[in-house]
């Protein structure tokens, strides 16, 4: 389940609306049964908190069934500034997926890593185990580009960005002009 934010208030707006980004969502998942786009924040009214999101997914799974939130580690750094961030880990497992920086650990602010002491683990059969509380940093072949990159990348219209972004969803913001400066 993949819920855009509608519109965060812990930062500025990305540029596109909340039902552009979300329908961008809908052409990368296109043919993937596994994935689907979750509009519930984009439904709701007033800020999207991603703790609200997580406490309707947990009502809706019940308080024994695994939940995981998975951000970028460069997403994990402002995490203090979103609402009521610490409640995060009661209600799922915080998966911090780390950028190939060649830096062993993740790197987070004082007041996240003081809250993130005793919680992470380096077995991922824990997060299947438990229904939340757990912080794992998931280290993959990522892309090196993080998802603030990607609009600087299409504005100076980077040969790049079509590797970046489904082709569907680069054809569909080269058609609006998304991301163009001015």
């Known amino acids: ?103 062993a650990g993740v790197a987070l602010p004082e007041a996240l890593a003081a809250e993130a002491a005793g919680r992470w683990t380096t077995d991922p059969a824990l997060l299947g185990a438990r229904p939340a509380g757990c912080l794992y940093a998931l280290r993959q072949p990522l892309r090196g580009e993080s998802a603030p990159a990607v609009p600087g990348a299409i504005a100076g219209r980077d040969p790049a960005c079509g590797e970046q972004v489904p082709a569907a969803v680069a054809a569909w913001i080269d058609g609006r002009g998304l991301y163009r400066p001015g």
């Not at 994935?35 to 308080?63: A, C, F, K, M, Y």
């Open 1 to 103: 389940t993949l819920p855009p934010a509608a519109d965060p208030p812990h930062r500025a707006a990305p540029g596109p609306d909340a039902t552009q980004r979300a329908h961008m969502l809908d052409l990368a998942v296109a043919g993937d049964p596994r994935l689907r786009v979750d509009r519930r924040e984009l439904e709701r009214p007033g800020p999207s908190w991603t703790v609200d999101t997580l406490e309707l997914l947990r009502g809706e799974l019940g308080p024994d069934a695994p939940l995981a939130l998975l951000l970028g580690e460069d997403c994990s750094r402002p995490l203090p500034a979103w609402g009521e961030w610490p409640r995060l880990p009661a209600l799922a497992h915080l998966i911090v997926a780390g950028r190939p920086s060649g830096e």
